[in-house]
């Protein structure tokens, strides 16, 4: 430590004259000494106001300053300096020193940099914020062939792309195709493994997305793909999901996907849907992730239904009512769910079998499993009379919906049950699912849902115990009262926040429990008729004519 403290001194003396030769020498005792041991050096190197020397020394001609970029990066391993690193004003010359042509130079820099900066987003961003993305693009792109200069960028590539903040300026380079140039050239899944992890966040970016699709990603992944499929060792196993997986984040851009789909003829496409019946289930997973993706539109929708992929997704679950690998099924449900929202595609997914086929998975204990085939199923029967007529008379279907309307810790579920119980009556407008509903218990929770805090939500309650007001008023008479619907009416009728279509439902609503005496006497001791006579003047012209007609029924039956 002697030797150090005396290194130290000569450092300061020899700074000050300019004396390379001295320089260097002492430059070597402190790296020793850091080899050594690190935290006490260091210690000893911040005490004794060395740090303050460095900018002086980050001279892009001195052949000093590898080594003094090297000092800063080992110094900078240790917590404790970082901030005083910052202090002493060390970055600024240390970013200049990126454009140097000096690869030792470039490599200890970027280490130094990165050491400092390491864990600190406030740091990384002020980095981003000097320009230091597009310069070490740059430098990936000329020195490309250095493999330690390369996993420097990569490294720092990975650690600012977790940055939001990053992302634009790294769309405003070329990175998309160095990333995708340097991935063609490796073998070594260590360097793979690398490039995955710059890759993974900034495809989560649209434009970047679009751009890594047009540089060739998807053909180097679809590769790694058909290398590892059959594999057995670990990194087989890794790198078939990262690739897999990176494929269906691509899709998850509107442009990308659609460049990728390309009218459903693309190779992509077609090589996406031969994983769907792989044995892999982690192929399965992503083939089936990547069909919902690519059904974000109506048009890609008809079209893949038509070419027969309903039939691919039912076979694979079929494969997995007994397998059960949950995530497989959450996906490959996902899939039938966004296919079945354009109208032309509902009859022709019914007449395949998929409400028989999703109901197998009724008996679920996996919320998002449920969650997806209750959102297929609304999907499915969404003015589809038949089927909503089908599964409403469905006693098991029905008394599992008033289950999960009970599921008060998965907010999802417990509103697609709602949902879906609500969707059965209004699509089939059946007498018999209204009653299979009220033996089910359904009606309760119907009456809650009316108080739901979005608006979709309450008409469409409205909607559906309009609808059993109006088909059996009688069975649903102790149901409606226990569950104090005509109070639930009144302050919706009252509420000034309540939207116009909240406001007729309601009076609809209203006028249809009438026919019942018991809610009948309900509407009258509220004093329902003060709250109707002021709608008569609402600004929307058919809710005023809505309560004129309701005043008059009630002055009627007073």
């Known amino acids: 430590m002697d ?55 980050l001279s892009p001609q001195s052949s000093c300053t590898p080594k003094v970029a090297n000092i800063i990066a080992e110094v900078a391993k240790n917590e404790f300096m ?73 490294i720092a590539f990975g650690n600012l792309a977790e940055l939001e903040s990053s992302k634009e300026q790294f769309a405003s380079t070329n990175i998309a195709e160095e990333l995708v140039r340097l991935f063609h050239r490796q073998t070594e899944h260590e360097k793979k493994e690398m490039i995955f992890e710059v890759l993974a966040p900034l495809a989560e970016n649209d434009v970047i997305k679009l751009q890594l699709v047009e540089a060739g990603l998807v053909e180097c992944l679809l590769e790694v793909v058909a290398q590892t499929v059959d594999g057995e060792r670990e990194e087989d196993i890794a790198q078939l999901k990262t690739a897999s997986d990176l494929m269906v984040l691509l899709l998850l851009g509107d442009e990308s996907m659609q460049k990728l789909f390309e009218g459903g003829k693309g190779s992509v496409f077609q090589r996406v849907l031969s994983w769907i019946p792989s044995h892999n289930h982690q192929l399965q997973l992503a083939g089936a992730l990547a069909i919902a993706n690519f059904a974000r539109n109506d048009g890609n929708c008809i079209h893949m239904v038509d070419t ?12 997995h009512v007994e397998e059960g690998n949950v995530t497989v099924q959450h996906a490959a449900l996902s899939a039938l769910r966004n296919l079945a929202i354009p109208v032309v595609n509902k009859s022709k997914m019914l007449s395949a079998g998929v409400a028989d086929m999703v109901l197998r998975f009724l008996q679920s204990e996996m919320p998002p499993v449920q969650f997806k085939l209750l959102g297929t199923l609304r999907m499915l029967i969404d ?27 998965h907010a999802g579920v417990m509103g697609e049950s709602n949902r879906l119980l609500s969707a059965l009556i209004r699509h089939s407008k059946s007498k018999e699912v209204v009653r299979t509903v009220i033996q089910g218990g359904g009606v309760k929770h119907l009456v809650t849902m009316a108080t739901s805090e979005h608006m ?15 088909l059996d008023l009688a069975s ?52 329902f008729i003060d709250v109707v006579s002021k709608l008569r003047a609402h600004e929307n012209k058919t809710v005023s004519h809505q309560a004129s007609l309701t005043e008059q029924r009630l002055t009627a039956q007073s």
């Open 383 to 409: 003015t589809q009379a038949e089927a909503a007529d089908q599964l409403g008379t469905n006693g098991k279907l029905v008394e599992r919906l008033v289950e999960w309307c009970e599921a008060k810790d």
């Open 82 to 154: 970082r901030s005083p690193c910052v202090a002493a004003g060390l970055i600024p010359p240390l970013i200049q020193l990126l454009h140097s042509d000096n690869q030792e130079v470039l490599l200890q820099t970027g280490r130094a940099l990165g050491n400092i900066c390491y864990d600190s987003h406030s740091l990384q961003a002020q980095l981003i914020s000097m320009g230091v993305i597009p310069t070490l693009v740059k430098l990936l792109g000329i020195h490309s062939h250095n493999t330690a200069l390369t996993e420097m960028c990569l």
């Open 456 to 470: 979709i939500m309450q008409n469409e309650a409205l909607v559906a115990l309009g609808l059993i007001a109006a």
């Open 308 to 319: 027969g992929i309903v039939q691919k997704l039912l076979e694979l679950l079929d494969r």
């Open 476 to 527: 649903a008479e102790k149901d409606f009262m226990g569950a104090d619907l005509v109070s639930v009416l009144h302050k919706l009728l009252s509420d000034e926040q309540s939207a116009p279509e909240i406001k007729y439902n309601s009076m609809i609503l209203t006028c249809a429990v009438m026919g019942s005496e018991p809610l009948h006497k309900e509407v009258q001791s509220l004093a």
């Open 3 to 57: 030797n150090l403290t005396d290194a130290l001194e000569k450092l300061k003396l020899a700074s000050t004259d300019g004396a390379t030769d001295g320089v260097e020498s002492c430059l070597d005792c402190l790296l020793k000494a850091l080899a050594n041991n690190n935290t006490e050096a260091s210690v000893k190197i911040q005490e004794m106001g060395i740090l303050l020397l460095l900018p002086t020394l």
